[in-house]
């Protein structure tokens, strides 16, 4: 439900820290490349304001806002269907977070699970960037009336907060401005999992490399994370009623019916049977055909990061035709003198 008529538009971003790995990739990636091939139109953001929300070496958080640009380029969002932007060179974004972080209430900012897990055991030591992120987040989505967000399991928090604040915003000044954006959070690999603990997400925080499959691993590195993957004694099952009290079995389903583009069921009318010795194998060799090509593309698009600059400059000038009247409209809204 998204009510009067606006019009279909996909948003979703990614931040440019650390490097991209294979839940990032079927969580998210993947996903967007669905959305933008389906003819809706798309935006897709690098949030580099949201990474500073903790330290950034300066240095680090260029190359790896060109790198994530070459990721979702290499995966297939291609600049002529879709917007491709940096967050600060959309300076609507940043205009919207500072009306949302009036609308948003402290109550609700402070159930907020993701700033509890980042800030850890000392939250006093947090910047004050990092506890307002989703009310930036919000702005991101809703400075461009977007009505769809395709992410991973772990951002739905933060999108029930993003319809709460639209929904705020629109009761206290009496209007049907701002869409109840719709969270798009489907398919077998919305939250995969660490290769070494099938009850964590696969994070680019998590201090073991062997947890994450890195999109920039080459094939031997993949090929041994999956052999030392995590699991089971037992053979893989024929249904998926078989994986329940099985994460860490389930978790490498997932990827693989993710990855081959097929339901779990499917997968597992194929495997089932089979024990972890010859399922794994599989399983790597599937990955590195779909992950090696996209490596390889980064890598050469990093060659000439002044076209991805270029890319990303004409991006933010095609994004800043969709969000200056709608920030121009809701100054107008709240009463500022334009
Ligand atoms: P982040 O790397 O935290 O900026 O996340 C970028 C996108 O990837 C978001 O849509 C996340 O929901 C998604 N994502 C991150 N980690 C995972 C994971 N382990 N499984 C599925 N999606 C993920
Ligand atoms: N919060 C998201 C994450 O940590 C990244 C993000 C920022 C985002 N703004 C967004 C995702 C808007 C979707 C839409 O992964």
């Known amino acids: 439900m998204t009510t009067p008529p606006f019009v279909?538009?996909?948003?979703?971003?990614?931040?440019?820290?650390g490097d991209l790995h294979l839940?990032?990739?079927?969580?998210?990636?993947?996903?967007?490349?669905?959305a933008q091939n389906q003819g809706i139109q798309s935006?897709?953001?690098?949030v580099d304001l949201h990474a500073i929300t903790v330290w950034q070496e300066p240095a680090d958080l260029r190359h790896s806002t060109r790198e994530l640009a070459a990721g979702f380029?290499?995966?297939?969002?291609?600049?002529?269907?879709?917007?491709?932007?940096?967050?600060?060179?959309?300076?609507?974004?940043?205009?919207?977070?500072?009306?949302?972080?009036?609308?948003?209430?402290?109550?609700?900012m402070k159930r907020m699970t993701q700033f509890k897990d980042k800030a850890g055991k000392n939250a006093e030591a947090a910047s004050l960037g990092l506890f307002g992120y989703p009310a930036l987040m919000a702005a991101d989505i809703l400075i461009y009336h977007a009505t769809h967000v395709p992410v991973g399991e772990d951002q739905k928090q933060h999108l029930e907060l993003t319809r709460d604040i639209a929904a705020k915003f629109n009761h206290d000044y009496g209007v049907e401005?701002?869409?109840?954006?719709?969270?798009?959070?489907?398919?077998?690999?919305?939250?995969?999992?660490?290769?070494?603990?099938?009850?964590?997400?696969?994070?680019?925080?998590?201090?073991?490399?062997?947890?994450?499959?890195?999109?920039t691993d080459d094939a031997d590195t993949i090929a041994r994370?999956?052999?030392?993957?995590?699991?089971?004694?037992?053979?893989?099952?024929?249904?998926?009623?078989?994986?329940?009290?099985?994460?860490?079995?389930?978790?490498?389903?997932?990827?693989?019916?993710?990855?081959?583009?097929?339901?779990?069921?499917?997968?597992?009318?194929?495997?089932?049977?089979q024990q972890f010795g010859t399922f794994k194998p599989q399983l790597a060799d599937l990955a590195v055909a779909k992950l090696s090509?996209?490596?390889?593309?980064?890598?050469?698009?990093?060659?000439?990061?002044?076209?991805?600059?270029?890319?990303?400059?004409?991006?933010?000038?095609?994004?800043?035709?969709?969000?200056?009247?709608?920030?121009?409209?809701?100054?107008?809204?709240?009463?500022?003198?334009?």
């Open 293 to 338: 090509p996209i490596s390889q593309e980064m890598a050469r698009l990093m060659n000439d990061p002044s076209e991805i600059d270029r890319i990303l400059g004409r991006g933010a000038e095609q994004a800043r035709e969709i969000t200056a009247p709608i920030l121009e409209k809701t100054y107008e809204i709240i009463g500022m003198v334009r």
């Open 177 to 215: 401005f701002f869409p109840l954006t719709e969270p798009v959070i489907e398919g077998p690999a919305t939250r995969v999992m660490s290769l070494r603990d099938g009850s964590k997400k696969m994070s680019k925080s998590d201090p073991s490399d062997a947890s994450r499959i890195n999109m």
């Open 73 to 108: 380029i290499a995966s297939g969002i291609d600049p002529e269907k879709s917007i491709l932007i940096n967050q600060s060179q959309v300076p609507e974004h940043a205009q919207l977070a500072w009306v949302f972080n009036c609308v948003a209430r402290m109550g609700w």
């Open 23 to 34: 839940g990032n990739y079927l969580g998210a990636l993947k996903r967007f490349v669905d």
């Open 8 to 17: 279909p538009r996909v948003f979703s971003g990614i931040q440019p820290s």
């Open 43 to 46: 935006i897709y953001c690098m």
């Open 225 to 273: 994370k999956i052999r030392k993957a995590k699991t089971d004694p037992d053979a893989l099952p024929s249904e998926a009623a078989g994986l329940a009290d099985r994460p860490e079995a389930r978790n490498l389903v997932n990827i693989y019916a993710a990855l081959s583009d097929q339901p779990v069921d499917a997968v597992l009318a194929e495997i089932g049977g």
